[in-house]
């Protein structure tokens, strides 16, 4: 049900202001394979940690899920509903 960018509807996405800023990871199927990922790449398990990781929706562009410290100019664009332009 994983797919590294392509098939999967919900991508997850880290920050790290030591590192770099956001970081695009894998995509997934379903929104709660994609919120395990993101907890765990906050809490550091299996690798490095992140100051905070998001669930990002690719065809609703929105942001579903929110963990950690993600300051708000590193999150990607949301169109508001209904309307072309982004926030």
Request: charged letters at 30%; hydrophobic letters at 25%.
């Amino acid at each position: 049900m994983v797919s590294i960018r392509g098939g999967g509807r919900f991508q997850v996405i880290t920050y790290s202001g030591d590192d770099g800023g956001p970081d695009d990871k894998r995509d997934y199927v379903s929104v709660k394979e994609a919120a395990r990922a993101a907890r765990d790449y906050v809490r550091g398990k299996g690798g490095p940690t992140y100051d905070g990781a998001l669930v990002y929706d690719r065809k609703q562009k929105s942001i579903v899920r929110l963990y950690g410290s993600f300051p708000e100019y590193a999150r990607p664009c949301q169109f508001y509903r209904g309307d072309e332009r982004t926030p």
